[in-house]
């Protein structure tokens, strides 16, 4: 059997400002994946993605035009990438990663996709190449994509992104306990970025500012995480947040899940990703770690899960 995955992400700081050149913060959430196997077909069969969260089955034609659907468009991409034509197989995909919800579902599905392609053709493509396409996949979901969530994704590290720029890591100088929360209502961070432009062309005297505060505390926040000063990581998310409030990508519901987090100790938190719905996160230690979670819940959370981005150098 034939299989690949790829790894949900969240966004620890500057998303949004991150599309007009202000660094961000991500990380993999390598415990919530997309699976993509493939089965090989009798020939002359064609090539087909199964979606089964979705209960599709997508047949794949490459000569068409317009392709305005994610998974068509990675095949496509990757067959033309490799000049070869498609092969006879069914890919399925299963994602535990729930979509429109800032954890990167699509980018993940459409990176498990195009690795199982890869390994059905026996023909690997470079994280570079493959981080390129999967970007120009993107902006079927997101219109004009920063590439921070194909990067985090494909390349399953956690990156300090600068759109443009060439991928940069960084070390973690203290463990760092999250807690991710969901607010159970999906959000297209399409419509939100697309706002958030509005208001830039629209506010550049109001809006200008607030990016300059996000880049400067994203800086601080690097530095924090590799000194492993989680105190002050925790207080720079909680500044980000309020950045994002007023660029009106936050929710009553993402509000009232970070208030519920920051009263019950937990040293940060912000929403994540593109918000307006979706899901928020929060710093904890392992001794505020149940306290926090329980109150996310009470709060009006549907899920809440822990991950941990364990003491590395980079
Ligand atoms: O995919 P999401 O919802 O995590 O959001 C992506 C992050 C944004 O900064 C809002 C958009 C982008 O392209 O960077």
């Known amino acids: 059997m034939i299989a690949a995955s790829a790894s949900a992400k969240i966004i620890l700081l ?55 659907n994610a998974l068509l468009l990675t095949v496509k991409l990757v067959l033309a990438r490799l000049h070869v034509s498609p092969p006879d197989a069914t890919i399925a995909i299963r994602s535990q990663i729930p979509p429109a919800s800032g954890l990167g579902s699509g980018a993940a599905v459409s990176t498990a996709l195009g690795r199982a392609l890869c390994m059905m053709l026996d023909q690997p493509l470079s994280r570079e190449d493959l981080n390129a396409i999967i970007y120009e996949v993107e902006k079927v979901h997101h219109g004009t994509p920063s590439g921070i969530d194909n990067t985090v994704i494909v390349y399953e590290q956690p990156v300090y992104y600068v759109r443009d720029q060439a991928i940069q890591t960084f070390s973690v100088g203290a463990p760092l306990h999250l807690l991710i929360a969901d607010t159970g209502k999906g959000a297209l961070t399409k419509v939100a970025v697309g706002a958030v432009r509005e208001l830039v062309t629209q506010e550049p005297e109001r809006i200008n500012p607030i990016l300059d505060s996000i880049r400067v505390l994203v800086i601080q926040a690097r530095s924090a995480i590799e000194t492993g000063d989680t105190r002050t990581l925790g207080r720079l998310m909680n ?36 918000g307006r719905g979706g899901n928020m996160i929060a710093l904890v230690t392992p001794e505020t770690c149940e306290t926090v979670e329980q109150a996310l819940i009470t709060a009006g959370a549907v899920r809440v899960i822990r991950t941990t981005l364990e003491e590395e150098s980079a």
């Open 14 to 68: 500057g998303e949004h400002a991150v599309v007009y050149g202000v660094p961000a913060i991500a990380i993999p959430v390598s415990d919530l994946r997309v699976y993509a196997t493939v089965k090989p077909e009798p020939s002359g069969k064609g090539l087909c993605i199964a979606a089964e969260d979705l209960n599709q089955v997508l047949p794949v034609q490459v000569d068409a035009e317009q392709v305005d």
């Open 239 to 274: 500044a980000n947040h309020m950045y994002l409030r007023e660029l009106t990508v936050s929710s009553d519901e993402l509000d009232q899940l970070v208030d519920a987090a920051q009263n019950a100790g937990a040293l940060g938190a912000k929403l994540s990703g593109g």
